[in-house]
Nanobody
């Protein structure tokens, strides 16, 4: 299974970005997918996750109400729509996948990881 994350960039505070994660190499519909981020000198942290069907999602408190995770199984893609961005959202964002039905929050539970895409929010 391979994951390809894209969509990062430089944006001003209050702006928006949409990240994409394309999953290939296996049947996409059986995988739960999550987004994580890691800022310089900080631990990787959970951002959002979606279950295999797309019915269940969960978010970190720091992004709740601003970020939305969704999936399009016809395109083998999971999206992270990020609105009202803040400088503290600056980080490398990673998508991850695991063959499981529920949402998965712990990074150690994921089997497959993308390469990361950098998001920089200027003040």
């Amino acid at each position: 299974v391979q994951l390809q994350a894209s969509g990062g960039g430089l944006v001003q505070a209050g702006g928006s970005l949409r990240l994409s994660c394309v999953v290939s190499g296996s049947r996409f519909g059986v995988y739960a997918v999550g987004w994580f981020r890691q800022a310089p000198a900080k631990e990787r942290e959970f951002v959002a996750a979606i279950n295999w069907s797309g019915v269940t999602t969960t978010y970190a408190d720091s992004v709740k109400g601003r970020f939305t995770i969704s999936r399009d199984d016809s395109k083998n893609t999971v999206y992270l729509q990020m609105n009202m961005l803040k400088p503290e959202d600056t980080a490398a964002y990673y998508c991850a996948a695991v063959r499981r039905f529920g949402v998965v929050l712990a990074p150690s539970d994921y089997n497959y990881w993308g390469q990361g895409t950098l998001v920089t929010v200027s003040s």
